[in-house]
């Protein structure tokens, strides 16, 4: 038995197989990945020479490949994390979110459901298309608004969360159009190791500590559910194991807090793990800059029904979670100073107006 992992040398998907595979008992993955800017192979270092793991680069809009791969390894399940996934990117350039999060999807599901129909009677009530979302595509929350249910209404804001979404009903129609066993993940903001530093948590930690500015969007009063990416991949696990046919789970980690919040909590640990050379605090290189266009104000997820069901909650609070994620970038600079690269910089140029 195998599960094949698109966009396995993302952030999530990483995480996800080196977390599978620490289970000497766990199936091989074959693990696609197109390596785009936020693909690194660093991530999966540990797994060389490890013959469970099997990767190819490749597209998940190659359908002539995709479909290669599952004649050759027989998977029993495809968990599709491939995306592009930084709002920020989108809005300066969206067309790569319609390439990859809506023709990459559909041309994949295409590919699965001609495999999946193939399959014996027993295989193919047993086969799984897992697919991984975001909260974003319900929209923004106001104050006091209740949490994100799976039943919330899809309101996109941005055109990352809009080809999310689109991505996420052609998901919903292949289930009910052609009967393909799908499962829906909409998570919310993740954070933790081997996270790409154009996201909040690591680049504050990383322009922290190289002495730069740390850029806060607006007031920094733009509320997010923090989830730990350990305890995501957890969720994901469990829903692949148990998870109704067709259904959706919400995985939150019950941790609502402010941008600004992170930052300073970000700051503080950086305080007290490694000082700066002059004594002074972190929170003294906090840079307030315009806000980005549509920003929304407000996510959370309501977690209940893949607790009810499923029996799911987070092992980690957001302190113990959030601690860990610092000391992990102070013990690996090397892999950030190789995630780094020239186009990294340029684009850290443009959307801050700070050399990198």
Not at 269 to 293: F, K, M, N
Not at 299 to 316: F, N, Q, S, V
């Amino acid at each position: 038995m195998t599960i094949l992992v698109t966009g396995g040398a993302g952030f999530i998907g990483g995480n996800f197989v080196l977390d599978w595979l620490a289970n000497p008992q766990a199936e091989p993955v074959v693990n696609l990945d197109k390596l785009t800017y936020a693909g690194n192979l660093d991530t999966l270092d540990s797994l060389t020479g490890d013959a469970r793991h099997v990767f190819v680069q490749g597209d998940i809009a190659d359908a002539e490949r995709v479909s290669r791969l599952l004649d050759q390894h027989q998977p029993r399940a495809v968990l599709n994390f491939a995306a592009e996934s930084h709002v920020d990117r989108s809005i300066s350039g969206p067309e790569a979110f319609i390439q990859t999060n809506v023709m990459g999807s559909f041309k994949l599901l295409e590919a699965v459901r001609a495999y999946w129909g193939g399959l014996a009677s027993q295989a193919q009530q047993a086969f799984r298309f897992l697919h991984v979302s975001t909260d974003e595509v319900y929209g923004s929350l106001g104050p006091g608004q209740a949490a994100f249910t799976e039943s919330h209404r899809y309101e996109p804001n941005s055109p990352y969360s809009a080809s999310k979404a689109a991505s996420d009903h052609l998901v919903r129609a292949y289930h009910h159009t052609y009967g393909l066993p799908v499962l829906t993940t909409n998570c919310s903001n993740n954070y933790g190791p081997y996270h790409f530093p154009e996201k909040l948590i690591p680049l504050m930690i990383v322009n922290a500590l190289a002495g730069k500015p740390l850029p806060v969007y607006g007031d920094g009063m733009q509320i997010r559910d923090w989830l730990y990416v350990k305890d995501h991949c957890s969720a994901i696990r469990r829903v692949l194991e148990a998870g109704r046919v067709g259904e959706v789970y919400n995985v939150g980690g019950w941790n609502e807090k402010a941008n600004i919040e992170i930052v300073h909590t970000v700051c503080d640990l950086l305080d007290e793990l490694q000082p700066r050379a002059d004594g002074l605090s972190y929170r003294g290189q906090i840079s307030h800059v315009t806000d980005r266009p549509g920003h929304d104000r407000r996510y959370a997820i309501d977690a209940r029904k893949l607790h009810d069901e499923l029996g799911w909650k987070p092992a980690e609070t957001f302190d113990t979670g959030i601690r860990q994620t610092v000391r992990w970038y102070l013990d690996h600079p090397g892999w950030v100073a190789r995630v780094q690269s020239g186009a990294y910089r340029d684009w850290l140029q443009a959307q801050y107006g700070q050399a990198a």
